[in-house]
């Protein structure tokens, strides 16, 4: 069963930076493009950044300048880089990613898989 883990949120100081990690793991036998949402206290979730299988890289106009996305394809991971953060970018980041499944009888299923989400607090 293929499942996605984040990891590296936290509680920081306005101005401070943060990695945000995720995972994959399960039977996979490729992914496609991986991304990160977050999703505030009242508010809808919402696209931070999009990273295709070949590193191209996309980004909402909210995070453009102080969020990096980057992804290790021998690790199946995704990264957040978030500098210079900000109270605003106080959410639960949630990783996404398009994977396909290998299954029995070499059958593979595609699918968009979501993590738990990991919590980001920016205090002023």
């Known amino acids: 069963q293929v499942q996605l883990v984040e990891s590296g949120g936290g509680l920081v100081q306005a101005g401070g930076s943060l990695r945000l990690s995720c995972a994959a793991s399960?039977?996979?036998?490729?992914?496609?493009?991986m991304g990160w949402y977050r999703q505030a206290p009242g508010k809808q979730r919402e696209l931070v950044a999009v990273?295709?299988?070949?590193?191209?890289?996309n980004y909402a106009d909210s995070a453009k300048g102080r969020f990096t996305i980057s992804r290790d394809n021998a690790k199946n991971s995704v990264y957040l880089q978030i500098d210079s953060l900000k109270p605003e970018d106080t959410a639960v980041y949630y990783c996404?990613?398009?994977?396909?499944?290998?299954?029995?009888?070499?059958?593979?299923?595609?699918?968009?898989?979501w993590g738990q989400g990991t919590q980001v607090t920016v205090s002023s």
């Open positions: 996404n990613a398009g994977i396909w499944e290998s299954r029995a009888w070499g059958r593979r299923h595609f699918d968009s898989y």
């Open positions: 399960g039977n996979i036998f490729s992914i496609n493009a």
């Open positions: 990273i295709s299988s070949g590193g191209d890289t």
